[in-house]
């Protein structure tokens, strides 16, 4: 027996469903798309986990000033062809940590990812002075956007409405957690090898929890988490079954970090790798 397990991740699995005619009836026929299951939660639910960037300048050599020049990353990449060493090895963030930002609750609520480089943001050019970012997000927000089709043509991609800091604890959590960096930043040991803070800098006050939420507004930017986009559950606004199969489909699954009807609570890469796994079982029970 013949099924398509769909595995496009959070973006691109509900893209695909709409084209497809799965998805809200009215969206779709707006578009000129033949409705074939109306299902008005394909592409809502939308879930992330929003980093902020606090970046310090450090006495320490970091990726910035490694591959400042094409001399230098010549020889990182023959370091890596000789030896299979050296920053080509590693990932972009070489520390982690989950802290509570109230000693009351009982699991940590922020985690943070230690990265040997600074930029302005991380898909532009590293800033020419040595520094490290010390990136902190909320686990557990409470925001939810979502997305939604341009055009029928499927090489138009479609527009995302995350809806980042758009609830009270949101806001207070990762005012919290950039605080807390701050802090960090400022004792011993780590504190000797820090210069400088770059941002937010001096000119945001460490109790200014104002203008702290207005620095991460302005710069925060996705963590590359994105679930919830096709969730799994039983009402109404569920878009695939326990078993992962779409709603009024025959023959099609969706298997990937969009059937999340709520984010993890840390890195979301081993959760969709077991998303696979159960999928792999299910499909085999029933075959």
Same mark, same amino acid.
């Given at each position: 027996?013949? $099924?398509?397990?769909?595995?496009?991740?959070?973006?691109?699995?509900?893209?695909?469903?709409?084209?497809?005619?799965?998805?809200?009836?009215? $969206? #779709?026929?707006?578009?000129?798309?033949?409705?074939?299951?109306?299902?008005?939660?394909?592409?809502?639910?939308?879930?992330?986990?929003?980093?902020?960037?606090?970046?310090?300048?450090?006495?320490?050599?970091?990726?910035? @000033?490694?591959?400042?020049?094409?001399?230098?990353? /010549?020889?990182?990449?023959?370091?890596?062809?000789?030896?299979?060493?050296?920053?080509?090895?590693?990932?972009?963030?070489?520390?982690?940590?989950?802290?509570?930002?109230?000693?009351?609750?009982?699991?940590?609520?922020?985690?943070?990812?230690?990265?040997?480089?600074?930029?302005?943001?991380?898909?532009?050019?590293?800033?020419?002075?040595?520094?490290?970012?010390?990136?902190?997000?909320?686990?557990?927000?409470?925001?939810?956007?979502?997305? %939604?089709?341009?055009?029928?043509?499927?090489?138009?991609?479609?527009?995302?409405?995350?809806?980042?800091?758009?609830?009270?604890?949101?806001?207070?959590?990762? @005012?919290?957690?950039?605080?807390?960096?701050?802090?960090?930043? /400022?004792?011993?040991?780590?504190?000797?090898?820090?210069?400088?803070?770059?941002?937010?800098? %001096?000119?945001?006050?460490?109790?200014?929890?104002?203008?702290?939420?207005?620095?991460?507004?302005?710069? /925060?930017?996705?963590?590359?988490?994105?679930?919830?986009?096709?969730?799994?559950?039983?009402?109404?606004?569920?878009?695939?079954?326990?078993?992962?199969? @779409?709603?009024?489909?025959?023959?099609?699954?969706?298997?990937?970090?969009?059937?999340?009807?709520?984010?993890?609570?840390?890195?979301?890469? /081993?959760?969709?790798?077991?998303?696979? $796994?159960?999928?792999?079982?299910?499909? #085999?029970? $029933?075959?």
């Amino acid at each position: 027996r013949r $099924e398509i397990i769909l595995s496009a991740g959070s973006i691109g699995s509900p893209q695909i469903l709409m084209l497809s005619g799965i998805g809200s009836g009215s $969206e #779709l026929q707006r578009l000129g798309i033949e409705v074939k299951s109306d299902l008005a939660g394909v592409g809502k639910n939308l879930q992330d986990h929003l980093q902020a960037r606090p970046v310090f300048k450090t006495n320490l050599s970091t990726i910035n @000033v490694e591959t400042s020049n094409y001399f230098k990353q /010549a020889l990182i990449g023959l370091q890596y062809i000789l030896t299979q060493r050296g920053p080509m090895t590693m990932a972009a963030s070489l520390g982690t940590g989950f802290l509570k930002t109230e000693a009351h609750l009982e699991t940590p609520d922020i985690q943070f990812h230690i990265q040997p480089f600074s930029a302005d943001m991380p898909s532009k050019v590293t800033h020419s002075f040595s520094a490290f970012t010390a990136s902190v997000l909320q686990l557990r927000p409470e925001s939810t956007g979502y997305l %939604s089709l341009k055009s029928p043509n499927h090489l138009e991609a479609p527009e995302i409405y995350p809806n980042y800091l758009s609830t009270d604890t949101d806001c207070r959590t990762i @005012v919290k957690g950039v605080r807390i960096a701050r802090e960090i930043a /400022a004792c011993q040991p780590l504190r000797s090898s820090v210069t400088e803070e770059h941002s937010p800098g %001096s000119s945001v006050d460490l109790n200014d929890e104002d203008a702290t939420l207005d620095w991460i507004r302005r710069t /925060a930017v996705t963590i590359y988490h994105p679930t919830g986009t096709c969730k799994m559950g039983t009402d109404e606004m569920a878009v695939v079954t326990p078993n992962l199969k @779409v709603k009024g489909v025959d023959g099609l699954r969706v298997a990937d970090a969009s059937i999340m009807p709520r984010i993890t609570s840390g890195n979301t890469n /081993a959760p969709a790798i077991m998303i696979g $796994e159960k999928a792999s079982n299910l499909i #085999l029970k $029933e075959a």
